[in-house]
């Protein structure tokens, strides 16, 4: 999936909450690519077609989101966009907590 950022324009029409959400939905975006790059990984065991997708689409994945990094500086809601940040990767600490429970829960 690809996110386009609003441009500054639209984002200096917003609140910060509206502009929250749009973050917000990058991640969510984010995550969803992370598992697909995760998805071509395995399927690249019995598929090697898919070897060079996964190199092309992880490599673009990180850029787009140094370029991200880069636009909301620019802009100038960086603060906004680390408080996204780090709403961001305390709910990817639960999904990991989740999975090290489960993980420890069932492979002991």
């Known amino acids: 999936m690809h996110f ?3 441009g500054q324009e639209e984002l200096d029409k917003m609140g910060t909450n509206e502009r929250f959400n749009v ?15 995760q998805q071509y990984l395995i399927r690249s065991a ?3 077609s898919v070897t060079s997708k ?7 994945h990180n850029q787009d989101f140094f370029n991200i990094v ?7 809601y960086s ?11 305390q709910a990817l600490q ?10 420890n829960q069932y492979f002991k």
């Open 94 to 103: 639960k999904i990991m907590e989740a999975y090290d429970k489960r993980m």
């Open 79 to 89: 603060d906004e966009f680390v408080a996204a940040v780090k709403e961001e990767d």
């Open 23 to 37: 973050f917000r939905h990058y991640f969510a975006i984010s995550r969803y690519n992370r598992l697909l790059i």
């Open 54 to 60: 996964l190199v092309e689409f992880e490599v673009i």
């Open 46 to 48: 019995y598929d090697e």
């Open 4 to 6: 386009e950022l609003p």
């Open 70 to 76: 880069e636009i909301v500086k620019a802009y100038g």
